[in-house]
């Protein structure tokens, strides 16, 4: 589903309101947001997909942030 993905800096590394940034291809659109407390925040444009493929891009985002950060 996801075509690349990789890790940005971190935003307000060092501080309590650390969150891992990261950016995503799905389907030729690239796609950024954040991850903290196992919850994901979209920027903008944010996915505009089926409710279904939207749960499932989730889960593949939360599986990849699982193994990379420790």
């Known amino acids: 589903m996801i075509e690349k993905f990789r890790l940005a800096e ?8 650390e969150c891992q940034q990261f950016i995503l291809t799905f389907n030729g659109a690239e796609f950024k947001g954040v991850y903290k407390d196992d919850e994901i925040n979209w920027y903008y444009p944010q996915p505009t997909i089926e409710t279904d493929d939207r749960v499932e891009l989730e889960i593949e985002v939360f599986s990849l942030m699982s193994h990379l950060i420790q």
């Open 10 to 17: 971190p935003l307000f590394q060092g501080q309590i309101h």
